[in-house]
């Protein structure tokens, strides 16, 4: 998996620009990602990923980083 497509899923989920995501981007920098809005990012990169997230590594995800540590976790190159 390309880091472009992680940045479109979360594009597209939150509404933000692709350019505007950086590693570092969270709930504190994009308004849109809020608590329903976390669930819809994880329930998108499952779909698209064809993976299963489990609730103690929902629950870890705090940035975009964690995202990637999340899915090499999974096995998925970014």
């Not at 995501?21 to 998108?44: K, N, Q, R, Y």
Request: hydrophobic share 40%; glycine share 4%; no cysteine.
């Amino acid at each position: 998996m390309e880091k472009d497509l992680l940045y479109k899923i979360i594009s597209k989920v939150f509404n933000v620009s692709e350019t505007e995501i950086t590693d570092s981007s969270s709930p504190e920098t994009i308004f849109s990602w809020d608590s329903m809005g976390h669930l819809m990012l994880i329930s998108a990169l499952e779909e698209a990923l064809d993976i299963k997230i489990g609730m103690n590594k929902i629950l870890e995800i705090k940035n975009v980083e964690d995202i990637k540590r999340v899915l090499r976790r999974k096995g998925i190159e970014i």
